[in-house]
C-alpha cells in the first residue's frame, strides 16, 4: 500500500477558502472509507487525539462533518483518480491545523484510532 499523500495547505486569510487533497494507490483507497481528521497547534501528537473533520464512504455517497465545520467543508471523492477532496470556506482561526488524511477498510469511523493508513499531514494556518 502507498500510504496517502496530502497537498493543498497553505496560509489564507479569515473568511478565505482552500482545498486540500489526498491522493493514494488504488489498492489504499478502494477498500472503503476516507477520513480528514485535524490537529491544532500545541495539542497531543497522539494519533489517536487527532480531531475528526470529516469523512466518506467508498461509493461518495454517505458523508459525515462535525459540528464545527458542517456548511463550511465539504468532502468529496475522485476514485478514478484514486482522490480525496477537502473543500474548505469560510476558514475561521479556529480551523488552524495540519490536516491528515487516513483511509481504512469498510464504513467509515469518526475516531482516529480505527484508521490504520495515515499521511503526514498538511498545514493549514488562517490569518486575520
Known amino acids: 500500500q502507498v500510504q496517502p499523500l496530502e497537498s493543498g495547505g497553505g496560509l489564507v486569510q479569515l473568511g478565505g477558502s482552500l482545498r486540500l487533497s489526498c491522493t493514494a494507490s488504488?489498492?489504499?483507497?478502494?477498500?472503503?472509507?476516507v477520513g480528514w481528521f485535524r490537529q491544532a497547534p500545541g495539542k497531543e501528537s497522539d494519533v489517536k487525539e487527532r480531531?475528526?473533520?470529516?469523512?466518506?464512504?467508498?461509493?461518495?455517497?454517505?458523508?459525515e462533518y462535525a459540528d464545527s465545520v458542517k456548511g463550511r467543508f465539504t468532502i468529496s471523492r475522485d476514485n478514478a483518480r484514486n482522490t480525496v477532496y477537502l473543500q474548505m470556506n469560510s476558514l475561521k482561526s479556529e480551523d488552524t491545523a495540519v490536516y491528515y488524511c487516513?483511509?481504512?477498510?469498510?464504513?467509515?469511523?469518526?475516531?482516529?484510532?480505527?484508521?490504520?493508513?495515515w499521511g503526514r499531514g498538511t498545514q493549514v494556518t488562517v490569518s486575520s
Open positions: 488504488e489498492r489504499t483507497f478502494s477498500s472503503g472509507a
Open positions: 480531531e475528526f473533520v470529516a469523512a466518506i464512504t467508498w461509493s461518495g455517497l454517505t458523508t
Open positions: 487516513a483511509a481504512k477498510e469498510g464504513y467509515y469511523s469518526l475516531y482516529a484510532g480505527d484508521f490504520p493508513s
